[in-house]
């Protein structure tokens, strides 16, 4: 369990041709839904992605022979998804329940995100400055 991770392809900038799938064990997943967005351009040019999932590899063998959908949590991108130098929990804590989100950027620049919890569905909202600690921003 402790080599989960998410696959991944990209498309060209034409958008038709795509990568080789590649292995990222740097996007720890409990076999749930995970979401990615490419988000308006920065002052700079760059496009920021986000990944959201239950970044968790924790199985739980009384509930589930699969990892615990818990942990839910965004990951920024300043290069294409190469590597994700900023990540924070988003909701709970990394015991709590979080699986299928999908985000969206809305027009003051901000990123809502919208996932299912222990009590149904919930959203959140957030900005680059939160989840990069200051260090990215509009």
């Not at 740097?26 to 076999?31: A, H, I, Q, T, V």
């Not at 290069?79 to 329940?97: A, C, H, L, M, V």
């Not at 996932?115 to 959203?123: K, Q």
């Amino acid at each position: 369990a402790e080599d989960r991770g998410e696959y991944i392809v990209t498309m060209t900038e034409s958008g038709f041709e795509w990568s080789d799938l590649a292995w990222r064990k740097d996007l720890p997943d409990s076999k749930c839904q995970a979401a990615i967005i490419g988000l308006s351009p920065l002052a700079d040019g760059t496009r920021p992605l986000l990944f959201s999932n239950p970044a968790n590899r924790r199985i739980d063998k009384k509930k589930s022979k699969h990892p615990l959908r818990i942990n839910g949590t965004v990951r920024l991108s300043l290069d294409g998804g190469k590597s994700w130098g900023w990540s924070k929990n988003i909701y709970g804590d990394e015991n709590t329940p979080f699986a299928y989100s999908v985000m969206a950027q809305l027009a003051d620049k901000s990123i809502m995100i919208l996932f299912e919890n222990d009590n149904g569905l919930a959203v959140r909202k957030f900005s680059l400055d939160w989840l990069s600690d200051g260090e990215v921003g509009y």
